[in-house]
């Protein structure tokens, strides 16, 4: 009965914009790590509900930070892009997180991004820090890891990893929890109606 409750829970906060997070994850009293990938704007205040909620120390986004515009595609829609984004990345950047690292995507303006962040780190593809004894690789595609991280955040599609024993985490098919103490890792879904807010630019015709 509690497994149906709990389903049902999830469903309810999904289809309001919402982010379940379990009871075990609610009393998690460790530093963690949130790591999310690919957001189009409808989930930017569910996001941000999100961290403030968990309090996360660390935030990792792994690009594509407003996934219904894809610039790569259409680069007249940069002043939408602009005006999306910049809200958010204030929103960021005014949690509680110690750390927040931004990976670019391939539908990113690396110059916006300069130009607004403050407090951020803009990291690479490739990039490899180190936290309590662990190694975290960064990358918008899983093929430009780096091949000795311990634990490793990307994004951009859901293409399978590397048989190893290194540990891969995907932002687009949810968003990740990491404890940083155990390194226990838990998922979290994103709000109904993510998927296809993604694939929303897809279909932009040029101006």
Known sequence: MRSVVKSIDKFLYSITGQCYISEELLNVKEDLILHISDTPSIIFSSIIRLINEL???????????????????????????????KPFLSALEKTE??????VPGN??????LKDNIKTAHIVP????????????GFAHKIENLPNSANYNFYGHNSDTFPNNDRVYLN?????????????????????????????????????
């Not at 098919?173 to 807010?197: D, F, H, Q, R, V």
């Open 55 to 85: 309090k996360p120390r660390i935030i990792i986004h792994t690009g594509d930070l407003v996934d219904n515009i894809k610039l790569e595609l259409y680069p007249s829609m940069l002043p939408d892009y602009e005006k999306s984004l």
């Open 171 to 207: 932002g687009i098919s949810n968003i990740n929890i990491i404890s940083m103490c155990t390194w226990k890792i838990y998922n979290i879904l994103y709000p109904i109606g993510t998927n296809e807010a993604r694939k929303i630019g897809m279909t932009f015709k040029t101006l």
């Open 125 to 136: 593809e490739g990039t490899v820090i180190s936290f309590n004894s662990k190694t975290l």
């Open 107 to 112: 539908h990113d303006s690396l110059s916006f």
């Open 97 to 102: 997180a110690d750390e927040l690292f931004i």
